[in-house]
């Protein structure tokens, strides 16, 4: 039997739906977009004989062409799922569906704490580990569930750091914060340090490559049985916007990410510990990331947690006119509060104590007040 794949194009839900998910009524009509070449002839006269459901070819609304083979199916959730129960293969469209409308959790924050001389906005701050391990005290006073520690700015143009230099930096920051109870998510793209991080007390693996820079790293996941973040970026720190190009970059993000968590899950990572983030501003221009943001509830049908990280980028200069990364907090809490409204449930961010007040108003935004 063969499965139809959810999109990796498109899960295009009606205007409607792109307000907070858990609004959306049980009945809503859905649209979405997906590759119909492995759909089955009984199924696809299931389809076009139903008098609620619309099958149709894609046709694109300007943000960039999608591929021959896709079609979209128009209908009310429903009978999609009562068609589903006959004919098994929709049912990976299903579960895209029931991911995308589930309520998200609750958003968290995780307080960046970067160990290193040129982070593009809090470089050269916390090198001495001493400075690094008050910051990470305040990161956690002022409500961060998670303080991701890095030791090698991954900003535009930066280059790598050698494995010693990195360990130098983060384990004794790593160490001494998670000995004061603090939940420590290491950011790394090599194994040997992840696994120093975590023989440190780190309880969590953020890889802005999503296990693409060092082969070890996922197996190492998979042995020590921790959550990780698997970050899309269009390529290496050092060239990656470099003239970044997508047809449709939400489409291929999601593409992309769900080829990486199979990686992950085929590696041995339990798929529950998996977070995803579709990595704004590595590899991709001011309308790349803001169709992103726009888009996100599309990418909460890859099942996973999303987190996502848009602290003082460039992209908010480039909108508010704030030049200096210090200066783009205001635009900081407003992409937070469109983060938490389109089902984001960590908010990667330098400060802390004032994304907490954006937080909370975004989610009783998006959830109603408690
Ligand atoms: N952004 C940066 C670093 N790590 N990890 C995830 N999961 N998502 C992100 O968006 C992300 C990340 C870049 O920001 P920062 O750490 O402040 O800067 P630098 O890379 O210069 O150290």
């Not at 999109?7 to 792109?18: C, D, E, G, T």
């Not at 099958?55 to 799922?81: D, Q, S």
Request: net charge negative.
């Amino acid at each position: 039997m063969t499965r139809v794949a959810p999109s990796p194009h498109a899960l295009r839900l009606q205007p409607r739906a792109l307000l907070p998910p858990i609004a959306l009524p049980r009945d809503a009509r859905l649209t979405v977009a997906f590759d119909a070449t492995g759909l089955e002839p009984a199924t696809r006269a299931a389809l076009d004989a139903h008098p609620d459901l619309a099958l149709a070819p894609f046709v694109p609304r300007g943000e960039g062409e999608l591929p021959a083979g896709e079609l979209v199916l128009e209908g009310p959730a429903e009978a999609v799922e009562a068609l589903a129960r006959e004919h098994p293969t929709l049912a990976a469209l299903v579960e895209a569906w029931e991911a995308a409308l589930s309520p998200p959790g609750p958003p968290r924050l995780m307080g960046v704490l970067n160990v290193t001389p040129d982070s593009f906005s809090d470089g050269g701050r916390f090198l001495d580990p001493d400075a690094a391990v008050e910051q990470g005290r305040r990161l956690r006073a002022e409500g961060a569930t998670w303080v991701d520690v890095g030791g090698e700015s991954t900003r535009p143009g930066a280059g790598t750091v050698p494995t010693e230099e990195e360990l130098a930096r983060v384990i004794p920051v790593v160490d001494a914060l998670a000995a004061e109870g603090v939940d420590v998510s290491i950011d790394t793209r090599k194994a040997p340090v992840a696994r120093a991080a975590l023989d440190a007390g780190a309880r969590m693996v953020n890889d802005v490559s999503a296990g693409t820079h060092d082969e070890d790293l996922l197996p190492l996941v998979a042995e020590r049985g921790c959550p990780l973040v698997l970050m899309h970026a269009g390529g290496e720190p050092a060239t990656m916007q470099h003239d970044p190009r997508y047809r449709d970059v939400v489409a291929e993000v999601a593409s992309s990410l769900r080829e990486r968590a199979a990686a992950a899950v085929a590696a041995g990572v339990d798929p529950a510990r998996l977070v995803l983030d579709p990595g704004i501003g590595f590899g991709k221009r001011l309308e790349h990331n803001l169709s992103l943001l726009r888009r996100l509830p599309e990418l909460r049908s890859l099942g996973a947690p999303l987190l996502v990280g848009v602290s003082r980028k460039s992209f908010i200069g480039r909108l508010s006119g704030a030049e200096r990364p210090q200066d783009r907090v205001g635009g900081t809490a407003a992409a937070v509060t469109a983060c938490v409204l389109g089902g984001a449930e960590i908010l990667r961010v330098h400060d802390v104590g004032v994304m907490a007040e954006a937080v909370s108003v975004a989610r009783a935004l998006r959830d109603g007040a408690r």
